[in-house]
């Protein structure tokens, strides 16, 4: 019944920005913990970043200083700010909500970086 669509994604050249968004439905947002995932082919999903209901945000070491995740909970939807884009940034980004041991994923969303 929770659903989470993905969008934003697409080609970028390297050093430019993309935008990443996720819309969720229902009231599941508000109180859920929510995060951006990535995976390439032959690699394990790895966290990139994650937002508390209360704002409260953690970062994979190799986003540092370059992505920001925030979410506005008045429209249910959850971001990620993505600046100074490498090669090594290509995968399909994913959105993740969870709340006590419930989780729900998005279907994907592909980011490209290449010149």
């Known amino acids: 019944q929770v659903q989470l669509v993905e969008s934003g994604g697409g080609l970028v050249q390297p050093g430019g920005s993309l935008r990443l968004s996720c819309a969720a439905s229902g009231s599941f947002f508000r109180t859920s913990n929510m995060g951006w995932y990535r995976q390439t082919p032959g690699k394990q999903r790895e966290l990139v970043a994650v937002v508390t209901p209360g704002g409260s945000t953690t970062y994979a070491d190799s986003v540092k200083g370059l992505f920001t995740i925030s979410r506005d909970n008045a429209k249910n939807t959850v971001y990620l700010q993505m600046n100074s884009l490498k090669p090594e940034d290509t995968a399909v980004y994913y959105c993740?909500?969870?709340?006590?041991?419930?989780?729900?994923w998005g279907q994907g969303t592909q980011v490209t970086v290449s010149s």
């Open positions: 993740n909500a969870k709340r006590y041991g419930l989780e729900y």
